[in-house]
Each structure stands twice: as C-alpha cells, then as structure tokens.
C-alpha cells in the first residue's frame, strides 16, 4: 500500500494515506502519525506484541511504560486481521519501539531527506519504496520545517551507521529517479 500512495499530493491527502497504508483509521488517536518528527515507522505487529510496554525493552528516551497496546487495538484497521499496527516513535532507531518494545519491524518508515520538503518512504532494510514531494504550507504539520531538520537528524544520529548510510542512500537514489521523471 506503501508504494501506491502519491507523494506529490496536497500534504493532509499524503498524510491520511500513509496512515491508512500503515493499517489505522485516521482519528483523534492517529493525528500525531506522521505529522512530526518522531512518529514515522509504520510498526505492524503479532497480536501477543500489541500490549507489550518499554518496561522490559527500556528504548532510551521514551517513557517507562509507553502504554500503546488499548491506542493500538482501537485504531487498527480489524479488516487487515489479528495484530495491530502503530505509528511509533523512531528514536535510537533502528533500536526503536517498534524493534525493542514491539519485537517487529517497520513496514515502512517516513524520511524527509536533508530535511528538505522532500520525503522517502523505506522498508526495514532502508531500501527505497517511495518518493516525492508533498505540498501545501506545514509540512509535517507539528513542526513543519523544524520537524523535518529533526528527522533527519535523528536518522544521521543513529548509533547504527550501517542504517544512517542506508536512509541517505535511498534520498540519493529517489533525487536521481526523480530528477530524471522530471526531465
């Protein structure tokens, strides 16, 4: 569903989309998914991960507890079976919540590369499954340009290099691509 969203459209079109592609219906309980600098991972999960907490897995920066599991299961889409999915912080990533605390991994993840107006979708691995560049004046809507210099950074900070070389490699390829849909 990932690879289908337009990235070029108007930004609040854009966002609905990729919260409808990570399996949650857009409502009170979604409205920070993608729309900041943190809540970018699309995290799917097994029905006996939906209700875990950071109490075990401790992903530095986040709350002790981090209560997701009754958020979860009231916004996942049920039509797309058993589990849950969410839109997670991706702090320390790839040693995030979704990774740590919900024992998965992203179906995909939401970059902004450079920081710039240009986004990249990626899947666990890093590799590019989607690009473009929403419009419209907020983007993201908490934080807007901040949001986005915060992202990048978060994903440039990451204690694994391997992953941050992996997230600039898939801006570098989508630029190419494109510049070249553009010529």
């Keep these: 569903a990932a690879t289908s969203i337009d990235l070029n459209g108007e930004w609040s079109l854009v966002r609905e989309a990729l919260v409808n592609a990570c399996g949650l219906r857009v409502d009170g ?3 920070h998914c993608f729309e900041d600098f ?16 950071n109490e075990e897995s401790l992903v530095p920066g986040m709350h002790r507890v981090n209560l997701l599991g009754p958020h979860i299961t009231q916004a996942s889409l049920a039509s797309l079976g058993p589990g849950g999915s969410w839109c997670t912080c991706h702090l320390n990533s790839p040693f995030d919540v979704c990774h740590k605390q919900f024992g998965s991994s992203t179906a995909f993840k939401l970059v902004w590369c450079e920081g710039s107006t240009f986004a990249v979708l990626t899947d666990d691995s890093g590799n590019l499954l989607n690009f473009g560049r929403p419009r419209g004046d907020a983007i993201p809507g908490y934080g807007a340009a901040i949001a986005r210099k915060k992202d990048w950074t ?3 900070q990451s204690p694994n290099q391997t992953m941050s070389t992996r997230w600039a490699a898939a801006c570098d390829q989508a630029r ?7 010529l």
């Design 29 to 31: 309980s979604t409205s």
């Design 38 to 53: 943190n809540h970018v991972d699309c995290c799917t999960m097994a029905s006996d991960s939906t209700h875990r907490t």
């Design 154 to 156: 978060v994903l440039m």
């Design 176 to 182: 190419a691509a494109f510049v070249h849909d553009e």
